[in-house]
């Protein structure tokens, strides 16, 4: 079974305004309230894909509540309760562009971070361990190694989709994929990725510090994925963006519907990936998957090494 553990779940609550000013009240509307945190998302995608996977997380307060009841209904939720109100993040779409306002979260004790360490070690069928997102207030980034450890234990993978700077010493651990963005990779591993040659030395890179596999995302100029023997590259596909939030946990899970069951489908995987990401971008949350085959059309895979 795969597991979504979201260390820092959110409402994210979508909404639309004309161009913003400091000089009137800001009315915004088409608000669109959706149960999230990166995990989360991952877990749906992989739903829509026909992959069963459980979720893991910190949950607090009434915004905990209503995301642990919504998502309960997709997939089987295996919260850990907090005694804070698990955050609400803005997402604003005005005509200049959009805003994203990620609080940093309800504080998680250490406590309550034993009983999710405790929880994951009681999990008998625990095959792949999806940590995703940020850490709230109260959790060291020293967590990543106790859970990576008990993952460890247990004799199964992990995948990280962090973008915290001590994932560059987790990639040691040998995570079974990791998923940063180019920012990501600049900060963290200190490489800029600008041309096709830095891209494919900084995959090298990663992957001889021990990340198994690497899916680096690059917005608009698509997606490369190295396991240690191939480059492979796809085009993002070309669509009027609304919201960019949630589009790269699809990519992440739509790779992963394919890929987890059977690594050799790389390029069907990648298409999906892209396909999916872009369509999720089209919409506020994650929306509903309807044009993904329609964009798959566009999307095209090579080996470039
Ligand atoms: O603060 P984090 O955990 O990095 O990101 C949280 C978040 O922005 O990520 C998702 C989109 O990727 C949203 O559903 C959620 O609000």
Known sequence: MIYTLTTNPAIDMN??????????VNRTRDAVYTPNGKGLNVSFTLKHYGIDSKILGFFGGFSGDYIVREADKICPVMPVQIDGITRVNVFLTTPEGEYKFP???????????????????????LECLVVSGSLPTGIDPSYYDELVGVVREKGAEFVLDISHPHLRELVEKQPLLIKPNDEEVAAIFGVDVKSEEDIVSAL?????????NILLTLGGDGAYFFNGEHVWHANAAKVKVLSTACAGDATLASFLSLWLEDPTLVEPALTRAMATGANVAMSAGLGDFALVDKL???????VVE
């Not at 909404?15 to 009137?24: A, F, L, R, V, Y």
């Not at 798959?296 to 090579?302: C, D, G």
């Open 15 to 24: 909404i639309t305004s004309d161009t913003i000013s400091t000089e009137h």
């Open 103 to 125: 609080n940093a979260g309800a504080e998680v004790n250490r406590a309550k971070q034993e009983e999710m360490l405790s929880l994951i070690r009681g999990l008998d069928d």
């Open 296 to 302: 798959a059309q566009s999307i095209r895979v090579e």
């Open 204 to 212: 090298h890179a990663i992957h001889d510090a021990g990340a198994k």
